[in-house]
């Protein structure tokens, strides 16, 4: 992207005195992006114009319908702007700043993660597995899916089908029988070779004709293998091809709902009820509906279906390509539905056609996925509305008033190794999985669980213990959960104390007999006036069931953070005692190998295929690992 350097207006004015007059006098008429400020210096929008002096010199010349626009463009007190070469440069930038500044008055469509796929490797026989992450040639990927259930699915339909490995490389090629998969009809067991390289590179054309959405020419072929088995009488075999198609054809009629209008299309329909707003995305892939995943955007203020369209495409399509058609149902003008082709185009490196008036077929996708955004609006309400009985119920419990910020930590670790804080956010109504922090404790006596509470208390708070007037704002939890009885609670009020955050209010969630859930004990810090007490809640309290939930998030997301750090650490350890090992030739040997249990299942002969292992080197290696 090729952009000039930011003209700027420094204001340290109120929004009253702001004269925009002087900044739109030099705006050129050229595509780029705008940053409104407000009196302290905080990006309050950013927009994107194809004519920067118009788009900006709009909102000072006219009244504004929208209220929203009124009470922003009354805050302004200052302007930056950048001019970028075309439309879909500015596209891009805009999507860039919108992320990295969340300004308060733009829609903002927060998706934590990535897409999966399904990566076909580049190996001899190769492996079908679900994936994320940047693609890399020459592996193959198919998506993406809507969520991890749906390859998960898929996978699981074409290993009984093709039976296709999914076994990791280090195992494949380390094993001397059949594993479990191949005895379960799973897998063809290409490791051992009961299935010649041919027949099993024509199982793998066959899985991704079918992701391809050339399912036809899938089954045509299977059933004229079948029918010349059974020509040969080979009736066992004829079988075989027999289930394989009828599981075929249960995946195309049960999974999928098949379309001839668009191949590989988005559907994105926008719908608001009860004042929330939902964007669903339908994704059909090959002509096969792949599942919907809708969208409920924050900093929504008095908005419509084209801001709403407007800045889903934006954010969304900045960081994934799109299909060949999108269908939305808009009023955009033409010269607006040209300037997003290009952007669509551009994105996915080939031509994109937008759909704004769909017809027939086309139409009825896009009804079916607005009625799925009224489904999900639906849950939502309900979730919340239970999230929110809950709140007021742990309010009542608590004696307390205007508890909506919950913070939680728990320690995981295995006899001392590798010892993990978590922190679970929840908030709004909601856990802010965005929110959570994993916190890697160093340098205590293993197996101290009191020292990893202190360090993890100490590195969450230290910076709102810190933070000035002038500091950008960090969240101050209302209430502090701290799975553990009292010794864990008293070195939180210990560590809260030093930190002069002694009002935050402190609740332990001890466990109860033999650790039974349900049984658990509150356990509240000294708050105020109020003495150290313990509390059993019944079981069907709602606020003991949002406490359960909170504390339950904690637990899994710490496991989680240890077991990775554990898989890491264990990983490597044993080659970092190996000399002659270092950082280069330990990840070159995890690499050919896949792990430490591939380079302790490798050869000699093995090992000194890896680039910078001599044989003495390998034999050392060998010897130091067996």
């Known amino acids: 992207m090729t952009a000039s350097p930011d003209s700027s ?39 994107k114009a194809r004519d920067l002096k118009k788009r900006v010199s709009s909102y000072f010349v006219r009244e504004h319908s929208s209220p929203r626009t009124a009470i922003m463009v009354a805050q302004i007190a200052g302007i930056d702007t950048t001019v970028v070469g ?52 020459p592996n193959r990927y198919f998506g993406p899916f809507p969520s991890s259930w749906a390859v998960r699915d898929t996978i699981n339909h074409l290993q009984k089908v ?32 009961m299935i010649s390289r041919a027949d099993y590179i024509r199982d793998i054309t066959n899985a991704t004709m079918f992701l391809d959405g050339k399912e036809n020419a899938v089954v045509a072929d299977i059933t004229q293998k079948m029918e010349a088995a059974a020509e040969q009488m080979q009736y066992e075999l004829a079988a075989r091809y027999r289930d394989q198609v009828r599981v075929l054809q249960q995946v195309l009629t049960k999974q999928f709902v098949e379309t001839s209008a668009e191949r590989d299309a988005d559907i ?30 924050a900093n929504v203020h008095d908005p ?32 607006t539905v040209e300037e997003w082709q290009a952007f669509l185009s551009g994105q996915a490196g080939k031509q994109v056609r937008l759909v704004t008036r769909p017809l027939g077929e086309a139409k009825q996708w896009l009804t079916m996925a607005a009625k799925n955004a009224h489904f999900a609006i639906a849950r939502r309400l309900a979730d919340r509305a239970s999230q929110e009985a809950k709140l007021r119920s742990l309010n009542e419990v608590l004696g307390m008033e205007g508890i909506e910020r919950i913070e939680c930590f728990d320690i995981s670790h295995t006899m001392g190794e590798a010892t993990v804080a978590s922190c679970v956010v929840f908030d709004g109504g909601a856990m802010q999985s965005g929110q959570y922090r994993t916190y890697n404790i160093t340098g205590i006596t293993p197996g101290d669980d009191y020292a990893a509470m202190r360090e993890a208390l100490h590195k969450r708070y230290k910076k709102l213990a810190e933070q000035n007037e002038d500091d950008a704002p960090v969240a101050r939890p209302d209430l502090v959960l701290i799975d553990g009885g009292k010794g864990q609670l008293g070195v939180a009020e210990e560590v809260m104390s030093e930190l002069g955050l002694a009002d935050i209010m402190l ?43 909170i504390r339950d998030e904690a637990h899994r997301f710490a496991i989680t953070g240890h077991r990775s750090r554990r898989g ?51 034999e050392q290696i060998y010897n130091e690992l067996h």
């Open 9 to 47: 207006t420094a204001s340290n004015q109120s929004p009253a005195a702001f004269d925009p007059k002087p900044i739109l006098a030099e705006l050129p008429n050229l595509p780029g992006v705008y940053r409104m400020r407000n009196a302290a210096g905080e990006v309050i929008y950013v927009g």
């Open 86 to 137: 075309t439309e879909a440069e500015a596209l891009i930038l805009e999507n860039n700043l919108i992320k990295s500044l969340s300004p308060r008055y733009n829609v903002l469509f927060r998706d934590d993660k990535s897409y999966p796929y399904i990566m076909l490797t580049a190996r001899e026989y190769p492996q079908i597995r679900f994936y994320r992450g940047s693609q890399i040639k």
């Open 162 to 193: 093709f039976k296709l490995r999914t076994c990791d490389d280090s195992v494949f090629a380390h094993r001397s029988r059949p594993c479990l998969q191949h005895q379960i009809g799973r897998c063809s067991a290409p490791c051992v070779g």
């Open 268 to 297: 994105i329909a926008v719908l608001e009820s009860s004042g929330t707003w939902c964007v669903n995305l339908a994704m059909v892939r090959g002509g096969r509906h792949l599942g919907d995943k809708p969208f409920f955007p």
């Open 304 to 335: 419509d279906k084209t801001s709403m369209l407007d800045g889903f495409i934006t954010q969304h399509y900045a960081g994934q390509a799109p299909p060949a058609s999108v269908i939305i149902e808009s009023s955009f003008d033409a010269s």
């Open 507 to 549: 609740i332990g969630v001890a466990k109860g007999e033999d650790r039974k859930p349900g049984l658990e004990t509150l356990i509240f810090g000294m708050h105020g006036q109020r003495p150290r007490e313990e509390l059993n809640l019944p079981k069907d309290t709602p606020g003991f069931h949002l406490v359960q939930q």
């Open 568 to 618: 890491k650490a264990r990983k490597t350890s044993r080659l970092e005692d190996v000399k002659g090992v270092g950082p280069k030739r330990r990840k070159a040997l995890i690499q050919q190998f896949g792990g430490l249990q591939g380079v302790m299942n490798a050869t000699i002969d093995d090992l000194t295929r890896v680039d910078g292992i001599s044989r003495e080197l390998a």
